[in-house]
């Protein structure tokens, strides 16, 4: 159904929002709480000062040039998401 051009977009939010509530039903159950994050911008701003650092996407490593934190890309990412 996902080759469907004009079904790809709604079948797709609405398996997201299926797969959303069923964690939250069962983090409700064993006492735990979901906490949904916007991941844009993540690999960009730098974890350990902030500011954003532009990059462009074939870009595998973040260099921040006002603290000189050199870390990889992705592992940036997973740490500014696990602070917000």
């Known amino acids: ?3 469907n ?4 977009k709604a079948i797709s939010g609405v398996a997201l929002r299926m797969l959303v509530t069923t964690i939250e039903s ?3 159950h064993s006492g735990s709480v ?3 994050v916007d991941l844009r911008k993540t690999s ?3 974890s350990r000062c902030g500011p ?8 595998r490593a973040h260099n921040c040039p006002r603290c000189g934190l050199s870390v990889d890309r ?4 997973a740490i500014n998401t696990l602070r917000l």
Do not use: I, S, Y
């Open 34 to 36: 979901v906490v949904l």
């Open 74 to 77: 992705d592992l940036n990412a």
């Open 44 to 46: 960009q701003m730098c």
């Open 1 to 3: 159904m996902l080759k």
């Open 26 to 28: 069962k983090a409700a």
């Open 5 to 8: 051009h004009n079904l790809a």
């Open 52 to 59: 954003m650092v532009k990059k462009e996407l074939p870009e």
